[in-house]
T-cell receptor, first 113, second 115 residues
């Protein structure tokens, strides 16, 4: 049981490049989400999904795109990387909403130069 | 709007002493409250949660937290700190309204347990 798997673990991009951060979970969780972690700011929600085919914006969605074609996968796309997107990105999943805790991946450390 | 405050950026405690990491929250309706821990270069790990019922919640690794509705607080505690407890701790809230979809996290508190 791998839980939540994120790839890659580290990435350096040049300004303007695009890339996709991968996230997969094997727990048959309905709810998946992407956060970015910046010093002193906690985790901020980028996008989330309550099930396959359903996505919605979080607190800081600009510059990011998501899709959810399967229950297992929830990739995050950076359309045109900017230095402000330098951050640590975490994917999380939970069985449902409300009272259920989330399981987190190990994170992707992204640097945009 | 939901929000979480962790008033201390850093908490230092000697090994063997009790520790407290503070959290206050603001949410419409009743809250679901969570504590997570993050070790260096790792994702967040779930410690414990308050859903309803007993205000004292026990969790992993000897941690517990006390829910206080009147003070809108959910402080994390441990009777005897270990050096291995040194990590970054996050408090999070979900509202029971609107199906409680999204977590709101506090900024985190770095706990250092000194030998």
């Amino acid at each position: 049981n791998a839980g939540v798997t994120q790839t890659p673990k580290f990435q350096v991009l040049k300004t303007g490049q695009s890339m996709t951060l991968q996230c997969a979970q094997d727990m048959n969780h309905e709810y998946m989400s992407w956060y970015r972690q910046d010093p002193g700011m906690g985790l901020r929600l980028i996008h989330y999904s309550v099930g396959a085919g359903i996505t919605d914006q979080g607190e800081v969605p600009n510059g990011y795109n998501v899709s959810r074609s399967t229950t297992e996968d929830f990739p995050l796309r950076l359309l045109s990387a900017a230095p402000s997107q330098t951050s640590v990105y975490f994917c999380a999943s939970s069985f449902g909403q409300g009272r259920t805790e989330a399981f987190f991946g190990q994170g992707t450390r992204l640097t945009v130069v | 709007a939901q929000s979480v405050a962790q008033p201390e950026d850093q908490v230092n405690v000697a090994e063997g002493n009790p520790l407290t990491v503070k959290c206050t929250y603001s949410v419409s309706g009743n809250p679901y409250l969570f504590w997570y821990v993050q070790y260096p270069n790792r994702g967040l790990q779930f410690l414990l949660k308050y859903i309803t019922g007993d205000n004292l919640v026990k969790g992993s690794y000897g941690f517990e937290a006390e829910f206080n509705k009147s003070q809108t607080s959910f402080h994390l505690k441990k009777p005897s700190a270990l050096v291995s407890d040194s990590a970054l701790y996050f408090c999070a809230v979900r509202s029971q309204d609107n199906y409680g979809q999204n977590f709101v996290f506090g900024p985190g508190t770095r706990l250092s347990v000194l030998p």
